[in-house]
């Protein structure tokens, strides 16, 4: 009951002293202008469907070479040492290195080798970015993962007669994997966003959209427009990520 | 109010008495602030560095400080970009120049100075990609896979005008444009004329201006004009200036001194 | 028959000598109980017997032929030792049947279809046919300590080895699962239990081992060690135990 009132002395102070700044008038038509945002809204789906495309096609990619790596950081035996160090390299020079300077390198860099067409799309190698440079981080969120399963049930599969591998297969990685989906699920919450990136190599996406007709009309609204949509989409998904956190605890205790 | 103080300009101007211009419509008195971009272009401006009066958006500037009455040493350069030119509340500038193109859209928005240059639209490719057959027509610019900087009026030029087949991938910059020219990923691209030459024989190794679309062009001409903050009586002064600088030739010089490249480039058909 | 025999075994880990050289005989059909406080190295020498830790010294021999050798694959050996640990460590994601049917399935490339019948008559035989369902959170202890030993049964192994398998449960629910032991008792089958029920071992086991500090100190027939044992720290451990 007082929360519920605190709540809405705060939103109707905020209602009511917000327009009386001085400049608010100006703010409002720059960033809050409804004859803008009628107008660019449509395009800015339009373009949305591209950021949902890439996020479709990159995050399975990302989930399995993620899962992969996690598994070379995980041998144990003597002789594939090499693919461990492969792991332990690679998750800390993509987990170190910032997103856009990878899709800079990649995007523009590989084709810049003289790929021929359809080959050397930004597409193709602003993907590639992304999901070397996610995967660094999935592979890192499976790996805590499957050492957060204890030994005993390694133990118990291998006292069995199974494989290194089934062990890993059937037992390890089953459970690890449903440990780690709420950390994954934020990882790939701040992918929907970072997939936004791809438009510094060309792909004309929300964000790039947005900054077309912000050049066009001098008016922010469209980047309004555009984190509008963005929230639509990334809100729920942190909610259900939320939910399945406490599920999880609950189910622990 | 804002007739007299015209009027007063329009008498400051044919009585030569500038100095009186621009006094105390300043940002800061007695000192004229002009923003240019971060870096700054050539032939815009010269090595990015604005106070040297060399390239040709620095050389205007100083011309209209000096009719304003500004001395040199009285300018003072600051960077800005687009959007902080564009977004709401007082700039930290006077007058901000950096190939704004004068549209309606933005006029609601800014303050445009009278044009100081009409700019023409030119093509960029590369040398293998007019070997494959591309020529300065229409018909042939549409097959073309084109890329553009996303923030200029580049964009709807190649909406309204070329209408190509495949949609345009657009970029934060001409270097990134230059990059993709150079990895293959687009064939052409569309950017100001004077940008173009430098671009195609400068940035890249085997560039070519395909062609040229006029500036007088049907719908709508482009042109450069310095952005002022909306309903800065400033204008009038600088409106003055350029007047007079285009009205006795000065402006001509100007452009013939930095522009003179932009001759010779055949028109699109 | 000496099924299996251990001879001077060492294990050590880092700087923590847990067995000390242990000689141990096993003939096929006995039942060892091997008591001990905790740390006199129990559990660390039935997991050297299953090969889940390599040791550091001595022979393992199963049926005459060295299985302790360094660089051998463990794995055909333990399809022939099973073993049942004290936290059951059944597979949490999978029902009881499912835990009980990996280890054939993936090791003898055997179908659902055919491992059926065979793992139903196991579930029956220790009265958990009811239980084939059910995931190991829905299963009181004794159930999972059960379901697990069934799981190690299923590879049909030829010696069962249990390391304290009723330490971890309520004392209504230890019944149940000596009354699965009573029962592999009498069909015969090997075992070798670490165990702390010793009623339990002075009514079935043919032989109990008192470790204490990494070896076997006294060793013979349960009337002998527990009834009246010869060394003192035999003495002493039972004193405080019983």
């Not at chain 1, 792991?87 to 860099?109: E, S, W």
């Not at chain 3, 659902?112 to 008559?121: D, I």
Request: hydrophobic share 45%; glycine share 8%; with cysteine.
């Amino acid at each position: 009951m007082i929360a519920a009132a605190s709540t809405f002395g705060v939103l109707l102070l905020l209602y009511v002293l917000i327009p009386l700044a001085p400049g608010w008038a100006g703010v409002k038509k720059s960033f809050f202008n409804a004859e803008v945002f009628a107008k660019t809204f449509p395009g800015l789906l339009d373009a949305f469907l591209l950021d949902v495309a890439i996020f479709l096609w990159s995050a399975p990619l990302i989930f399995i070479l993620g899962l992969l790596i996690a598994l070379c950081r995980d041998v144990r035996s003597p002789a594939l040492y090499p693919l461990k160090l492969f792991g332990m390299a690679y998750t800390d020079i993509f987990r170190g290195v910032p997103v856009i300077l990878v899709i800079y390198l990649i995007g523009f860099g590989i084709p810049g080798l003289g790929l021929p067409r359809p080959w050397n799309s930004p597409y193709i190698w602003g993907t590639v970015a992304l999901v070397l440079t996610y995967s660094a981080y999935v592979a890192e969120v499976i790996r805590t993962g499957i050492e957060s399963i204890h030994q005993s049930q390694r133990s118990a599969a291998l006292s069995l007669g199974l494989s290194e591998s089934d062990t890993m297969r059937y037992v390890v990685l089953p459970q690890a994997i449903r440990r780690v989906v709420p950390a994954n699920m934020n990882l790939f919450i701040a992918l929907q966003k970072d997939v936004a990136l791809l438009s510094f190599i060309g792909p004309v996406e929300i964000f790039r959209q947005a900054g077309v007709y912000k050049s066009l009309m001098a008016n922010f609204t469209p980047y309004v427009g555009a984190a509008l949509i963005f929230l639509a989409i990334t809100i729920p998904a942190t909610r259900y990520a939320d939910y399945l956190m406490a599920k999880q605890s609950r189910a622990r205790q | 109010m804002k007739i007299l103080m015209t009027t007063a300009v329009l008498l400051a101007t044919t009585t030569g008495a500038f100095a009186q211009c621009a006094s105390g419509l300043t940002m800061t008195e007695d000192t004229l602030t002009i923003a240019t971009g971060n870096p700054a272009y050539f032939p815009w401006v010269i090595d990015d560095a604005p106070e040297s009066k060399q390239g040709f958006e620095a050389a205007v500037a100083y011309a209209v400080a000096e009719k304003m009455g500004f001395t040199e040493d009285q300018v003072t350069w600051v960077r800005s970009s687009f959007d902080q030119a564009i977004q709401p509340g007082a700039k930290d500038f006077d007058v901000n120049l950096q190939q704004f193109s004068i549209t309606e859209e933005r006029d609601e928005i800014v303050d445009f100075s009278v044009p100081y240059y009409s700019a023409a639209m030119a093509v960029v490719t590369r040398q293998p990609v007019v070997d494959g057959g591309a020529k300065a027509t229409l018909g042939s610019l549409k097959e073309l896979a084109w890329g553009a900087h996303a923030t200029t009026t580049a964009v709807p030029m190649l909406t309204e005008i070329v209408q190509p087949n495949a949609d345009p991938l657009l970029y934060g910059d001409n270097a990134d444009v230059v990059e993709a020219m150079k990895a293959n990923q687009i064939d052409a691209a569309l950017m100001d004329l004077p940008t173009a030459l430098f671009t195609a024989a400068v940035l890249m190794d085997d560039g070519v201006v395909l062609g040229q679309f006029p500036p007088e062009r049907s719908e709508n001409p482009d042109q450069f004009g310095m952005i002022l903050e909306e309903g800065n009586p400033l204008k009038a002064c600088v409106d003055a200036a350029l007047a007079s600088l285009t009205s006795d030739g000065s402006l001509a010089a100007i452009e013939a001194e930095w522009l003179s490249a932009t001759t010779g480039v055949p028109v699109i058909k | 028959m000496t099924q299996l025999h251990v001879r001077n075994l060492h294990k050590s880990f880092g700087s923590n000598q847990v067995c000390n050289g242990i000689n141990l005989s096993v003939e096929s059909g006995e039942m060892v109980c091997l008591i001990g406080a905790s740390g006199s190295g129990k559990s660390t020498l039935l997991r050297c017997l299953n090969l889940l830790e390599p040791i550091d010294d001595g022979v393992i021999e199963l049926d005459g032929v060295d299985i302790s050798e360094p660089g051998l694959d463990p794995r055909p050996i333990r399809k022939r030792i099973g073993i049942v640990f004290q936290s059951y460590n059944l597979f949490p994601h999978m029902t009881a049947v499912e835990n009980v049917m990996l280890a054939p399935r993936r090791v003898h490339g055997l179908s659902k279809e055919s491992l059926l019948p065979a793992v139903t008559a196991l579930f029956e035989r220790f009265g958990l046919r009811d239980r084939m369902g059910h995931y190991p959170d829905q299963l009181s202890g004794g159930q999972q300590q059960r379901v697990a030993i069934v799981r190690a049964l299923a590879m049909k192994p030829e010696i069962m080895l249990f390391d304290e398998i009723t330490s971890a449960l309520d004392p209504e629910l230890v019944g149940e699962v000596l009354d699965v032991l009573r029962q592999l008792r009498s069909e015969g089958m090997t075992m070798v239990l670490a165990t702390h029920e010793m009623g339990f071992a002075r009514e079935l086991a043919t032989k109990v081992c008192f470790l204490d500090a990494g070896v076997i100190l006294e060793e013979g027939p349960p009337s002998e060690v527990l009834a009246s044992p010869a060394h003192p720290r035999t003495q002493a451990f039972l004193a405080r135990v019983l």
